[in-house]
């Protein structure tokens, strides 16, 4: 969706909001990075903000898995996000779902002030259920991107985040020790042969 940066002139600017999401390991964050550097490069001002929780590369950037990189504000609140996007042009959010659905009231906020808010995050959980405040995202954004890794099992576009570990609460930081990315049908038969133990 390369149009998006250059689809509003600079003069007459509206706010808006932008949905990157898919599976783990699907390039996510990778594609908000691309996008908020390009705006940097506009002469945007831009601010990124990721959830304090997430600390898997670095507590101060958001990092993609390929070790991309951009400086962002960790913030323990989506409130927060509010205060501190004061003045700039384009606001990134990183790792949505970890989030409250507080995060939906921002984002059309800082939408409605005139900001371009982008925003990334894992659409399911570990058992393809919605996460936290991104379906409420998807019925709100403007525009929507669905990116998709490839399967480990079979090589056709990944959709789902499957688990190796038992852990069965919700919210798990890892990567490639703890998740992989699976097709439809190979997370089908890793659910009827390996059913997670979701503590019901």
């Known amino acids: 969706m ?13 706010g808006s909001v932008e949905l990157i999401t898919g599976s783990m390991f699907s390039g996510k964050t990778e594609e908000l990075i691309r996008r908020l550097k390009r705006a940097r490069i506009a002469g945007l001002k831009v601010e990124i903000f990721k959830p304090s929780v997430d600390k898997r590369y670095s507590e101060t950037s958001v990092v ?10 960790p913030v323990e609140h989506a409130a927060s996000i509010l205060l501190l996007a004061e ?18 009231d921002v984002c059309n906020t800082l939408a ?26 998807l019925s709100i954004a403007e525009y929507v991107t669905k990116v998709h890794a490839i399967c480990t099992r079979c090589g056709n576009l990944a959709q789902y985040s499957w ?6 609460k919700q919210v798990l930081l890892g990567e490639k020790d703890v998740y992989e990315p699976l097709c439809r049908s190979c997370y089908n038969k890793a659910m009827e042969k390996d059913i997670p133990d979701t503590g019901k």
């Not at 790792?95 to 507080?102: G, I, L, M």
């Not at 688990?163 to 069965?168: F, P, T």
């Open 2 to 14: 390369e149009f998006l940066e250059n689809s509003v002139r600079s003069y007459s600017r509206k």
């Open 64 to 73: 993609s898995h390929d070790e991309r990189s951009i400086t962002s504000t």
């Open 87 to 104: 003045g700039c042009d384009v606001v990134g959010i990183d790792e949505a779902q970890f989030f409250d659905n507080s995060l939906v």
């Open 112 to 137: 409605d002030q005139g900001k371009r808010v982008v925003v990334a995050g894992l659409d399911m959980d570990f058992l393809g259920r919605p996460f936290g405040p991104m379906p409420y995202l």
């Open 163 to 168: 688990r190796k570990s038992a852990e069965s």
